[in-house]
């Protein structure tokens, strides 16, 4: 593989970075949003999971009393 200079290199991710499609101040807010929604939608349905089995599990050991 062959080296190259560092302006070489500079130039080159110069060029690679303007190929990017950059996304828009909307887009980003709206992917943001989106993202935490969809956290706080799996907190809560983790959070019954765990409740449920913690009650079947206390059903089941607290049967034998």
């Known amino acids: 593989m062959a080296r190259t200079n560092p302006f070489e290199f500079i130039q080159q991710v110069r060029t690679e970075v303007s190929k990017v499609t950059?996304?828009?101040r909307r887009e980003t807010v709206i992917t943001t949003i989106?993202?935490?929604l969809m956290s706080v939608v799996a907190a809560l349905f983790f959070l019954g999971v765990d409740w449920v089995l913690s009650n079947i599990?206390?059903?089941?050991l607290g049967f034998g009393r």
């Open 57 to 60: 599990v206390t059903f089941i």
């Open 22 to 24: 950059w996304p828009t």
């Open 34 to 36: 989106m993202v935490l």
